[in-house]
Nanobody, 122 residues
Framework: QLELVESGGGLVQPGGSLRISCQASGSILDDFDIGWFRQAPGKERTGISCTRRRGGETNYTDSVKGRFTVSRDYAKKIVYLQMNSLMPEDTGVYYC???????????????WGPGAQVTVSS
């Protein structure tokens, strides 16, 4: 069993930066791929990054490439999403999820955090 909790969301101006943390407790975080997902207002939740387990690479969706960076500290069971050059369209609730590797960060979970609100507005 794994529990995830996001923190660090908030209000930021366009062009600003924000870092969200995903703190895990329970099982071994490195047994799972970690996906970051975003749900914009009135839209479905979509994937923005997928970090493969055990030191694997991170892939990003095109809209955040070069602006968002995932890092991890598995000893502390934390995964970070660093967001730079934020734009209003980055507004939404951000979720981290832990998935078995054969799910390929498809959004099936089974482990999800409750989400963190990020609002990009002047």
């Amino acid at each position: 069993q794994l529990e995830l909790v996001e923190s660090g969301g908030g209000l930021v101006q366009p062009g600003g930066s924000l870092r969200i943390s995903c703190q895990a407790s329970g099982s071994i975080l490195d047994d799972f791929d970690i996906g970051w997902f975003r749900q914009a207002p009135g839209k479905e939740r979509t994937g923005i990054s997928c970090t493969r387990r055990r030191g694997g690479e991170t892939n990003y969706t095109d809209s955040v490439k070069g602006r968002f960076t995932v890092s991890r500290d598995y000893a502390k069971k934390i995964v970070y999403l660093q967001m730079n050059s934020l734009m209003p369209e980055d507004t939404g609730v951000y979720y981290c999820a832990a998935e078995p590797p054969h799910y390929h960060c498809s959004g099936r979970g089974p482990y999800w955090g409750p989400g963190a609100q990020v609002t990009v507005s002047s």
